[in-house]
């Protein structure tokens, strides 16, 4: 996805190309600490079960940096919005979800940092479970907005139709996407009697690679 954007970027201006590496190099970042974190849980600590019932500094910086991709991708999904539409109440509701996205990924991987155990993290739920509750309602309020306000311009020519039906196609298909896999991980969390196993904790692996895909798809679709 950043190889075929970084072909046919000329046109954009430079703020969004330093955008694209940045959440590239945070996707990455993303990528090593959970093979090191798994590394840690799977080899270092092998036949040792007490490594399941508690998070390190891996799983603490991992929870951090998938906030701060959700909530850099939403904002910029925010400005794309705002030139659409022109509605500042939008973008600002958009922007809020990303900022409290982000704080509660921080929040989440202080947390860990400072209660280790996860059945001690029960005592942490509202601050684990604001952040995936506010990227799915920016998640869904994003795709319904893109989609109702991109329908609005078709008709005017058969090729601007078809590159706004790939747009809008590619917008439901990521922004649900996204939206279901932050809702699944607080059904995951909330459904565990005793949380000393993080069933959840995969999908906080999963969610930085979904939002950095959806950016650049999204991006891509233009061409």
């Not at 939206?179 to 959840?200: E, F, K, N, Q």
């Amino acid at each position: 996805q950043v190889f075929t954007y970084f072909r046919s970027c000329d046109k954009d201006p430079l703020w969004q190309k330093i955008f694209v590496l940045i959440v590239f190099a945070l996707d990455t970042l993303s990528s090593i600490l959970d093979m090191t974190w798994i590394y840690w849980l799977l080899i270092d600590n092998w036949g040792q079960i007490e490594a399941f019932t508690y998070g390190n500094w891996l799983l603490t910086a991992d929870l951090m940096v998938a906030g701060i991709v959700a909530c850099m991708v939403q904002c910029f999904f925010a400005w794309r919005i705002q030139i659409i539409t022109e509605k500042k109440w939008l973008t600002m509701a958009i922007i809020f979800c990303a900022f409290i996205t982000m704080c509660g990924g921080i929040g989440s991987g202080i947390a860990v940092l400072v209660v280790p155990s996860y059945a001690a993290l029960a005592n942490f739920m509202h601050i684990e479970i604001i952040w995936p509750i506010s990227a799915a309602v920016g998640d869904i309020v994003i795709t319904i907005s893109l989609t109702y306000h991109l329908r609005r311009y078709k008709g005017r020519s058969e090729a601007t139709d078809k590159v706004l039906d790939c747009i809008i196609r590619l917008t439901v298909q990521n922004g649900f996407l996204t939206a279901i896999g932050a809702v699944v991980a607080v059904c995951l969390y909330l459904i565990t009697p005793i949380r000393t196993i993080p069933y959840h904790i995969p999908l906080s692996f999963i969610l930085p690679k979904l939002y950095s895909n959806t950016v650049l798809s999204s991006l891509n679709a233009r061409k």
